[in-house]
C-alpha cells in the first residue's frame, strides 16, 4: 500500500462488528487505515464506543453526542448525561448531530432543539461537529447558520447534495464526508464532485452501512475506503496518493485540535 487513510466516521462498536472486530481493524490498517473516528448515537452506545477506544487507543477515536434519530421525547435528560460526559474528558468531535427527516417528521422540532443545544457544546468545547443531514440539507444549514459561533467547524457526514451545497458548506469553513455512495452507479455524486476541490473532502466509510460497490447492501468496514478513493482519484482525474494524502491532511486539520 502506497499511502494511508483516515475513517472520519465509522460505527465500528456496532453489534455487526461484535465478532470480528480484531480481523476488520487488522485488514483495515494492512489497506492504509492510520485514524478512525467513532461518532456516537445514544446513551447506550458510549460503553461499546469507550471500550473500543481502550483497545484500540492509536487508532479509535471517539466522538459524544445524540444521533437525530435517537432523540426522543426525554431528550434533554439525555443531552445532560452529553453535556456531563463532555465535561468529564476529551473528545475528537460533538457527533453524529443534526436533523434527519427520512424516517419521521413528527418530531422535528425536537431535533432541532437537541441540535442547537449540542451546537453550542461543541463551541463551549472548542469541538468540531459531526453532522446528520438525511433529507434535510436546507433545515439543517438554516439552524446551523443561525446557531454556530463564528470559528466553529465540522463536516457534513454522508454528503449527497449538489455543488452549491458544497460552496455553501465550504463558505462556512466545514468540510463535506464522502463515503461509498460515490461508487453506486446512479448516485450522480460523482458528478456533483466533478467541480469540488480535494480541499473540502474528508473520508469515511459510516461502516457498517453504505459499503461501497462490489461490496454494496453488504456490511461495510473501514478497510473498503481504498475503494472510495481509487473512484475519488478518477472523478477528480488525479492519483490515489493525492486523494489519500489531501484528505487526511484535512481530517488532521478538522480533528487536530484534539487529536494529533
Not at 456531563?84 to 422540532?109: P, Q, S
Not at 457498517?208 to 482519484?233: C, S
Request: hydrophobic share 35%.
Amino acid at each position: 500500500m502506497d499511502f494511508t487513510y483516515i475513517d472520519t466516521h465509522a460505527h465500528i462498536y456496532a453489534e455487526e462488528f461484535e465478532k470480528d472486530t480484531t480481523d476488520v481493524l487488522e485488514k483495515a490498517r494492512a489497506s492504509g487505515l492510520k485514524k478512525l473516528f467513532m461518532p456516537n448515537v445514544d446513551l447506550q452506545s458510549i460503553d461499546r464506543m469507550l471500550e473500543m477506544e481502550h483497545k484500540y487507543p492509536d487508532l479509535c477515536m471517539p466522538m459524544m453526542g445524540l444521533h437525530p434519530c435517537y432523540v426522543k421525547k426525554d431528550f434533554e435528560k439525555d443531552l445532560y448525561e452529553i453535556e456531563a460526559w463532555l465535561n468529564k474528558r476529551k473528545f475528537a468531535a460533538v457527533g453524529e448531530i443534526g436533523i434527519d427527516l427520512y424516517w419521521d417528521t413528527t418530531h422535528k422540532d425536537w431535533q432541532e432543539e437537541a441540535f442547537a443545544i449540542q451546537i453550542q457544546l461543541a463551541a463551549r468545547h472548542n469541538l468540531p461537529i459531526s453532522i446528520h443531514c438525511r433529507n434535510s440539507y436546507r433545515e439543517t444549514m438554516d439552524l446551523l447558520l443561525k446557531v454556530k459561533s463564528d470559528h466553529q467547524t465540522g463536516v457534513f457526514h454522508c454528503f449527497t447534495g449538489e455543488k452549491k451545497d458544497i460552496d455553501e458548506i465550504n463558505e462556512i469553513g466545514f468540510y463535506i464526508g464522502i463515503g461509498g455512495v460515490i461508487t453506486f452507479k446512479n448516485s450522480g455524486l460523482d458528478k456533483v464532485l466533478e467541480s469540488a476541490e480535494l480541499c473540502n473532502i474528508v473520508l469515511e466509510t459510516d461502516a457498517p452501512y453504505l459499503a461501497p460497490v462490489p461490496y454494496r447492501g453488504k456490511r461495510n468496514e473501514p478497510g473498503y475506503i481504498p475503494l472510495v478513493i481509487k473512484k475519488l482519484a478518477e472523478v477528480k482525474r488525479c492519483s490515489e496518493e493525492e486523494v489519500a494524502r489531501v484528505t487526511s491532511e484535512n481530517a488532521d486539520k478538522l480533528f487536530g485540535n484534539v487529536y494529533s
